[in-house]
């Protein structure tokens, strides 16, 4: 099994930049190379909302079309984390930012991930 820890938020103002990191613990056997990464987040009105994954090697990245071009994800296999870096943020993404893993996809969908970290705050003050 997999286990992810995000760390990195906090209050940032409008137009700010933070980085978020997931790191990974594994159990004997499991290897987080193997594991496609997605960022998600959360506020209490909404769902999980996709925001950014990145393929198992690094080799591939998709990003919703509401943070492309401003929030680059990316991972370092031998540390084992992943990173969410996010630029010019605005205060409606506040939110909690979780990192999720799976073997099988890279997807969109929140239910297509089993592996969760406990979510890390941002708040984007106006």
């Known amino acids: 099994q997999v286990y992810l820890k995000e760390s990195g938020g906090g209050v940032v103002q409008t137009g700010g930049s933070l980085t978020l990191s997931c790191v990974a613990s594994?159990?004997?056997?499991?290897?987080?190379?193997?594991?496609?990464v997605a960022w998600f987040r959360q506020t209490r009105e909404n769902d999980r909302a996709f925001v950014a994954g990145?393929?198992?090697?690094?080799?591939?990245?998709d990003y919703s079309d509401s943070v492309w071009g401003r929030f680059t994800v990316s991972r370092d296999n031998a540390k084992n984390t992943a990173y969410l870096h996010m630029n010019s943020l605005e205060p409606e993404e506040t939110a909690l930012y979780f990192c999720?893993?799976?073997?099988?996809?890279?997807?969109?969908?929140?239910?297509?991930?089993?592996?969760w970290g406990q979510g890390t705050q941002v708040t984007v003050a106006a």
């Open positions: 990145i393929r198992y090697n690094g080799g591939g990245t």
């Open positions: 594994t159990a004997p056997g499991y290897f987080f190379h193997n594991y496609e």
């Open positions: 999720a893993a799976n073997l099988m996809t890279l997807g969109r969908s929140a239910a297509e991930y089993d592996v």
